[in-house]
């Protein structure tokens, strides 16, 4: 739960502010659309593997980003 401090004489936006600020750093939202759907863990690792594949070929040269 977020909870924001905010003072009597403060603005409305800028507590909205904080909070949005407090939401995304929470990670939040990450979190519900990561459990939205389940991903098997060798479906994970596999996806890990060829990011890093990709990653090595572009700073290789073999691939043009």
């Known amino acids: 739960m977020l909870i924001i401090d ?3 004489c403060e603005n409305i ?3 909205l502010k904080k909070y949005k600020k407090k939401f995304e750093k929470a990670k939040i939202l990450l979190q ?3 459990r939205q759907s389940f991903t098997k863990p060798s479906v994970k ?3 890990e593997v060829l ?3 990709y990653k090595q070929q572009i700073a ?3 691939i043009e980003a």
């Open 6 to 8: 905010s003072k009597d």
């Open 51 to 53: 990011k890093a594949v």
């Open 32 to 34: 519900l659309r990561e």
């Open 13 to 15: 936006d800028k507590a």
């Open 45 to 47: 690792r596999r996806g």
């Open 60 to 62: 290789s040269g073999k």
